[in-house]
């Protein structure tokens, strides 16, 4: 039986792993210092339309946050972000390793908005004993958040209004940037992501891709000596060219973005199956995690294959459905038949 | 006009002036190794009726709270702290820097109890995505809090079973643990102290001393290598003996003690008077430290002489009155007077 | 024309491209947790006679020895290494990034001696500073070295008993062990490096991988919490199978022997071909790795295709030339010829 | 009998224990902003001729040479330092501790010169794998050495244009700034070291103070947010009236040129006692630390007084005598009657 447990339970998609294959016994350098890298930072910054943006590529999330952030920040600065975050709840502590405070803000549903940003600053340049404190100097986000929920572009003009004010990097984590991208309703590009960000990654592990993740600088403050900062942080990969390789792989012809719609496409069609058969949701998600309260009962037929999430009010559980590029149709299919059979209320 | 702002504003009680003056020239080894600190040391163990106890002295609370917790955490564990902790809140990310994490909770009065520290353990062992988090290994507590509220034993019997049940260190900031233990109602003392935290400190810079924190590990696994570690963490002191000394004075005819408890009873005296005229408190201080709610214009009144803590409800401002060892009878005095002219209503 | 630069320059062995594309559409687990990582895991700790090791998989080798050594040192502890060892020299500052000092020891030849542990260790417990000083704790090897130099049986166990006087880990940087083993003369195998060392890594990243390192701990005190520290160092995969596939394949058959014998062999050829010529080489390896010294004339004929290593004696200029399991025989084969063409004195 | 092991045997210069005294009861802010502070910083920067540097007072050396590194590198960047240098034998590792490397010069003499310098920095920009390796950033030098060596003017110069050539911060360490600036032959004022330097410290605990050290910084990119750092680093004295009281003593009245001068004279007086006696010296030192060699007989005779530096050639042992503001001068008389005894050769 098919699993909708997490959106990495496969490999790569088919084209990527052709190439892989065809390239297998060329010659590169390494390091990232190759033509597949070379075509694949192109593709990005066209695509950005960022062409003095700095492109990097790295194995996976958590790596990448660490490095991104200890390359921004000075020792007595720390990053702001929802209590939900990936760096402030799931890296094992990779943020305050590299030595900086996470700045966590509760949130209504995942997402932070300008003014709490703006909330954190007031009170950071109003309070006499500011020196004793941790400097904000960073919003982190997710888009779309680990929860699901997507930023629109109105949405991040605030928030990069509200760091300017307060003289604050943005850096948006996008492991599941495609999927957020071709949610229904979204209207950010990667390009609004280029021009109102400071820094964020484009994620291949969950879209696509074996690994891989790419960061766009487009602040060139962040920029300076980062491949230093990749290589302390462990997160140079040295036969770099399967980065490059997978990379321009999924943006020479849209292929993420084609890959991206599929998932969110699986993914609204369990969504509905879950509606029709009555039940609610722990956040309302337009992308490929969805988030279905669940009896006990029901959530034991799908237990193994869907991830407990937590308990959430009245005794329901709060369970987790993932799509990916790599969910077959057959499949979703039979998930429809069985949530009716299973959920009918 | 007399400053009741802080518990440092002062230098040191004039008994310690004397003895700094008498062993001026005396030639001791140095970084601890000297007669002043071994007499100290014993005078500390002795009280604490913890004959194997290693006591250590540092210079201040931040540097001592960052060596104890680097000293006792692996790099991937954190501490649990009240959110309104020292460490949490006021110490510009120094635990962090040293590459932990502090896991913040919400409390209702500043204290943290046993229970809160069970919930935190049984979240983190129930998880299955645990070794994705920081794994909590130490409770830090200051006793009183910042806001001047004190542990009972039986307070810290819970936190000490708690503790006990996940496996996790019970380490007490004790910066104003004189102003504590004298309170009234308050039943703890340094061996209560010794007996149920892994490792304290007994702060001597709010306390009488020019500066100066006695550390008390009982847990020998703290113990450990602990003096490289306070090399490590710049807190080794050249000339050490001027902690020997101090602590010294402090303790061999219960000095320390005495003057706990006069900062307390002036600090009750100002409690009072600001009862008798009508004020209300942020929080119900036994201590050193009083919290009044007062009006804008109120405040007025004795701006600069009071610290401005932060904006109430209903239009008042908390502000702090603070006591200590050096506070003189007639100024509590005129500012009783004072209180009852400004705040009658 | 074919390079000789390094041993990363291809992608992976067939074998390992061919398992990759047949598993890419199984689903499991991730971060390890699967069938494939399982397999691989007990290869491994069969071929090491030790079934209760524990193993882990990396993606390179910088991650690797950052997340061994925060995982095996406190705070204030050091890695004694030989001066050209990799930690010191080539990652950036990654092991300082994470608070330790390399403790680096001159070596006449890249090796490290027992004999050279033991007079650190000396040093360390008769001076009267020490705790002033960063405490030796592990020892670090590179096995073969940088420089392409073996260990024998008899160093490893010199150095093991030197390790156990002074109480110090032993660690080993497997990034071209199979390179290593399959020298000739080379009487180590992967049961004693499991024997002899506290924890070891089996570099695939260089030895047929497309990335990966297998790391070997025989010393429960560092394998505690390791996944935690993995983790926290940014060293997990999401898709933790595409390692497990990798060792699997690598182990189940001795490819990683054979193809480490192709290399050596190859890079044997290439020796010869420089002896015969009447060069003289840097350092004597047995290993893929060869500096034979050129003038300026012939380094020319070769740039772009070895790496410049560095200016030897009387103008002479190191170079390096690496063969690796994807050298091919008729590469070689022009290459002799070429060698005895350009540098016939 | 008295002591020669250390500049750090006793308390404070009486002027600075009579102020201690007399300001006991003065009420000030806290954390260096109060009136000695600020009457203090005015007198070095006057006596530096800086009006624009920034002036702060820590509590110990270690303490600073780590808040300075980290608050003036990044996190890949190293610090160059003489293999003899505080930082790097020492500290237990602080620098590492805080993230960086110390990159270690062998030196003859513990000086740094700049050809040294130039060396590091032509290797570092001339290798094709720099960004793999630590990149140099800050040139560490002690004014005088540990070995009581002194620069001269030209020396700082040399030193300054090679740290210009190659983008290098230069930041001296002063721990006995004093006694090296009033050793004979010594052309170096305050107003050099501010001039020639990014960042140096004035030391106060071996010269005159309880403890203490000022740290002035004229190049602003180090001295922004420098106080978030203190704090961080555990470096921020509550009661910092006590560094102010002490420089201000030190330097209102040429009181810190008038100590230094006479530990220099004592010293000088030991150094030729030593000499007639027809002793050799580990070093030849201007300065209040002298390294005579004596043999094992003679070593037994001043046991317990002077230092055990190590062992010298041909079975002599070098050992220090130290002198300070403290020494007085029957103490020397009879130590060089002593000397003339138990060293006639």
């Known amino acids: 039986m098919s699993l909708f447990l997490c959106d990495y339970a496969e490999g790569a998609h088919p084209e990527i792993m052709k190439r892989m294959e065809q390239t297998n016994f060329e010659q590169t350098y390494g390091y990232g ?11 990005i910054k066209d695509i950005c339309k960022a062409p003095d943006a700095s ?17 921004a920040l000075r020792p007595h600065q720390g990053v702001i972000s929802p209590d939900t975050g990936h760096i402030n709840v799931h890296e094992s502590g990779a943020i305050e390793h590299t030595g900086h405070k996470v700045l966590a803000c509760p949130t209504p549903d995942s997402k932070l908005t300008g003014d709490m940003v703006r909330e954190v600053g007031r009170a950071d340049i109003t309070n006499h004993t500011r020196t004793h404190m941790v400097q904000p100097k960073m919003v982190y986000i997710s888009v779309p958040t680990e929860q699901g929920v997507m930023y629109s572009k109105a949405d991040l003009k605030d928030l990069r209004a509200a760091c300017d004010e307060y003289g ?43 690994f891989g993740e790419a960061v766009v600088i487009t602040n060139p403050s962040i920029a300076e000596d980062f491949d230093y ?20 792989t999924l943006f020479e012809n849209d292929l993420y973005f084609e890959i991206s719609k599929h998932a969110v496409d699986m993914a609204m069609r369990i969504k509905n199956a879950f509606k029709k058969a009555g039940c609610s949701f722990l956040i ?31 005794g329901f559980k709060a369970v987790r459905f993932c799509t990916s590029w790599a969910t077959k149709e057959e499949d979703v299919a039979a998930l429809e038949e069985e949530i009716a059979r299973v959920c009918a209320r």
């Not at 210092?33 to 593709?43: G, T």
């Not at 492109?55 to 390359?71: C, D, E, H, R, S």
């Not at 992308?287 to 294959?305: H, I, S």
């Open 33 to 43: 210092n190759d033509p597949h890298c070379e075509k694949a930072r192109n593709y």
């Open 55 to 71: 492109v990097y590529f790295l194995v996976g999330g958590t790596q990448t946050n660490m490095t991104v952030i200890a390359a």
């Open 168 to 210: 604050y990097y943005l850096y948006a984590d996008g492991a599941r940037l495609g999927y957020g991208m071709m949610s229904e309703g979204a209207d950010v590009t990667l390009a609004d992501m280029a021009a109102l960000t400071d820094v964020f990654y484009i994620g291949g592990t969950k879209v696509g891709a074996l």
């Open 229 to 248: 900062i990749v290589k302390q942080n462990g997160g140079l990969l040295a036969k770099g060219r399967l980065l490059g390789i997978q990379f321009e």
């Open 284 to 314: 309302d998600s337009p992308t490929n995690q969805q988030f279905p309260l669940l009896t006990d009962k029901e959530y034991k037929a799908f237990e193994g294959r869907c991830e407990l999430w937590g308990e959430a009010m009245d």
